[in-house]
C-alpha cells in the first residue's frame, strides 16, 4: 500500500505564459468542478518548485478559497541524502519555513 490514500488529478502541465500556456490549456476548471460537487476535504498541491510551479498552485488555490475545502502544499527544501554545502539560499528558506519539530 502506497503512502498516500486519495484520489488523483493530473493538471498536465503549468501556467506558463511566455510559452503560450493558460489556465485554460490545464484541467483545472475540472478540479474545480470536483471540489465543487463536495466529498473533498483537502486539496494537495504538487506543483514543481519553480515560479511557473508557484504560480499554478497560487491560481488554483485562490480559485478554491471560496469551498469549504483545504488547500495545502507539498513540504519543500532540502531533500534527503543531499548535503547541506550545495542547498542555495532559496532551498535553505524553503527548508526553515516548512521545519518540523524533532
Known amino acids: 500500500p502506497g503512502t498516500f490514500r486519495g484520489l488523483y488529478h493530473v493538471l498536465l502541465g503549468r501556467i506558463a505564459p511566455l510559452e503560450g500556456v493558460g489556465p485554460d490549456q ?3 476548471e475540472p478540479l474545480v468542478e470536483r471540489v465543487r460537487s463536495g466529498g473533498i476535504r483537502e ?14 498552485a497560487l491560481y488554483i488555490s485562490n480559485l478554491l478559497a471560496d469551498f469549504p ?16 554545502e550545495f542547498a542555495n539560499k532559496e532551498i535553505l528558506a524553503d527548508a526553515l519555513a516548512g521545519r518540523q519539530k524533532f
Open 26 to 28: 490545464l484541467t483545472i
Open 69 to 84: 475545502v483545504e488547500v495545502t502544499r507539498l513540504a519543500r527544501g532540502i531533500t534527503v541524502g543531499s548535503v547541506l
Open 43 to 56: 486539496v494537495i498541491m504538487g506543483t514543481n518548485p519553480t515560479l511557473e510551479g508557484d504560480g499554478t
